[in-house]
């Protein structure tokens, strides 16, 4: 097994190449194994159908350090035989197969990329959120000059300097992307824009519950609609195309003033309904109205975290010590495994994975909710991602693949 050390060696191949001064950078191939955004797909599901990664243990198949830190809450993307991760002063472009690093560009890039397609290049569109608002970075990297990067920055959409710039680990809600447009929050906003993925110009602009609100999360896109919920306990559904809003709501969860367990975590749409973790429980409300189908209650102290869906169940932490796996249609509790901390599942294959920022990757039978392996190997792992058989995660110091033990 290679090193961290051996592997760093030779650091900075691009994936560019250069003809009479002119750089070429072809659109990125892709195959059923992408993972092109944060929880997969505009849904949010945290779930592709056709992914596998390793079950009944693992072992490491390759490891890169990057030379910035990884840490933070952003995961990893995986486009074609490009990995791409987000770091406190870079975005970094790595073989799918080796580690080996393809391209490194400085900028203070605070959420995980989303892949867009941009008709106006010939390589992809990587939309990531920063402080200053969301930004257009293209997917072959540009190409450095002198010491300074060149083309890697194709636009730059609303936003400004919060003054809240610190070294501090990413943590802005990542955008998603379809059909050519960007879908994003304004950072510390309560606002979500469509932005056109090849000009950086924006379509539509919405607030989302209070203008006093603390903010909005990752919104979740389907059929046509894009859904967000805020801080605040608000929901709203817009028109992806026209930036109408179809309905908001703002869901009493339980009974009396404690207005505090309304505080909505990032969305996932389904064909049931769209599903809304909370501080309490989960909420499935109609795509239609926003009406309440079904509250599930686990009764724990979720302050964070998203709800995976995968072949007709949810699956959500609780932040007290506990993984539901919750019947999509009828609400009703499947199993409950031991996961104490807040995270954003992520399904393949029949396994739920979960990362955790303080040293624990874990792996649950998604029928049963027995554990089928814990790995230990680093003191941080961001939300991990699932490949053709290979599990990626960002583990504090650079990227790690794992994959099944031999």
Same mark, same amino acid.
């Given at each position: 097994?290679?090193?961290?050390?051996?592997?760093?060696?030779?650091?900075?191949?691009?994936?560019?190449?250069?003809?009479?001064?002119?750089?070429?950078?072809?659109?990125?191939?892709?195959?059923?194994?992408?993972?092109?955004?944060?929880?997969?797909?505009?849904?949010?599901?945290?779930?592709?159908?056709?992914?596998?990664?390793?079950?009944?243990?693992?072992?490491?198949?390759?490891?890169?350090?990057?030379?910035?830190?990884?840490?933070?809450?952003?995961?990893?993307?995986?486009?074609?035989?490009?990995?791409?991760?987000?770091?406190?002063?870079?975005?970094?472009?790595?073989?799918?197969?080796?580690?080996?690093?393809?391209?490194?560009?400085?900028?203070?890039?605070?959420?995980?990329?989303?892949?867009?397609?941009?008709?106006?290049?010939?390589?992809?569109?990587?939309?990531?959120?920063?402080?200053?608002?969301?930004?257009?970075?293209?997917?072959?990297?540009?190409?450095?000059?002198?010491?300074?990067?060149? @083309?890697?920055?194709?636009?730059?959409?609303?936003?400004?300097?919060?003054?809240?710039?610190?070294?501090?680990?990413?943590?802005?809600?990542?955008?998603?992307?379809?059909?050519?447009?960007?879908?994003?929050?304004?950072?510390?906003?309560?606002?979500?824009?469509?932005?056109?993925?090849?000009?950086?110009?924006?379509?539509?602009?919405?607030?989302? @519950?209070?203008?006093?609100?603390?903010?909005?999360?990752?919104?979740?896109?389907?059929?046509?609609?894009?859904?967000?919920?805020?801080?605040?306990?608000?929901?709203?559904?817009?028109?992806?195309?026209?930036?109408?809003?179809?309905?908001?709501?703002?869901?009493?969860?339980?009974?009396?003033?404690?207005?505090?367990?309304?505080?909505?975590?990032?969305?996932?749409?389904?064909?049931?309904?769209?599903?809304?973790?909370?501080?309490?429980?989960?909420?499935?409300?109609?795509?239609?109205?926003?009406?309440?189908?079904?509250?599930?209650?686990?009764?724990?102290?979720?302050?964070?975290?998203?709800?995976?869906?995968?072949?007709?169940?949810?699956?959500?932490?609780?932040?007290?010590?506990?993984?539901?796996?919750?019947?999509?249609?009828?609400?009703?509790?499947?199993?409950?495994?031991?996961?104490?901390?807040?995270?954003?599942?992520?399904?393949?294959?029949?396994?739920?994975?979960?990362?955790?920022?303080?040293?624990?990757?874990?792996?649950?039978?998604?029928?049963?909710?027995?554990?089928?392996?814990?790995?230990?190997?680093?003191?941080?792992?961001?939300?991990?991602?699932?490949?053709?058989?290979?599990?990626?995660?960002?583990?504090?110091?650079?990227?790690?693949?794992?994959?099944?033990?031999?």
């Amino acid at each position: 097994m290679l090193s961290r050390r051996h592997l760093l060696a030779g650091a900075g191949v691009s994936l560019v190449g250069t003809l009479g001064g002119r750089v070429l950078a072809d659109r990125s191939s892709s195959s059923p194994f992408d993972w092109p955004m944060t929880r997969y797909d505009p849904a949010g599901t945290g779930y592709n159908p056709d992914a596998s990664g390793p079950k009944d243990g693992v072992e490491v198949a390759w490891l890169r350090d990057t030379e910035s830190p990884m840490h933070g809450l952003t995961a990893p993307i995986l486009v074609g035989e490009t990995l791409y991760g987000v770091g406190r002063q870079d975005l970094v472009a790595f073989d799918r197969d080796t580690g080996e690093i393809r391209f490194t560009r400085e900028g203070q890039y605070w959420s995980s990329p989303a892949r867009a397609d941009a008709t106006a290049y010939r390589s992809d569109t990587l939309a990531v959120s920063s402080y200053e608002g969301v930004y257009g970075l293209s997917a072959g990297g540009g190409y450095e000059l002198l010491g300074r990067s060149v @083309g890697t920055e194709r636009w730059h959409a609303p936003g400004e300097d919060t003054g809240n710039w610190s070294g501090s680990p990413a943590r802005e809600p990542s955008p998603v992307a379809a059909d050519g447009t960007v879908y994003a929050t304004v950072p510390d906003t309560d606002r979500v824009v469509a932005i056109d993925a090849s000009s950086g110009r924006v379509r539509w602009e919405r607030t989302v @519950g209070s203008a006093l609100s603390s903010g909005v999360h990752r919104p979740a896109v389907r059929d046509g609609t894009v859904y967000a919920s805020a801080y605040s306990g608000d929901v709203a559904a817009i028109d992806a195309e026209t930036g109408e809003r179809r309905w908001s709501v703002a869901p009493e969860l339980v009974e009396g003033d404690h207005r505090r367990y309304r505080e909505f975590h990032p969305p996932t749409a389904t064909a049931e309904g769209l599903v809304v973790p909370h501080r309490i429980g989960v909420s499935l409300l109609e795509p239609t109205d926003g009406s309440v189908r079904w509250e599930y209650t686990h009764g724990g102290n979720a302050t964070d975290g998203s709800a995976a869906v995968a072949d007709g169940t949810v699956f959500v932490t609780d932040g007290d010590g506990s993984l539901h796996a919750i019947d999509l249609e009828s609400g009703d509790r499947a199993w409950t495994a031991d996961y104490g901390p807040d995270t954003d599942p992520v399904v393949a294959d029949g396994v739920v994975y979960l990362g955790y920022q303080y040293g624990e990757l874990a792996a649950i039978d998604a029928e049963t909710g027995e554990r089928r392996f814990t790995y230990e190997g680093s003191i941080y792992f961001s939300q991990p991602i699932v490949g053709d058989g290979v599990l990626y995660v960002l583990d504090g110091e650079g990227l790690l693949a794992l994959e099944e033990a031999s």
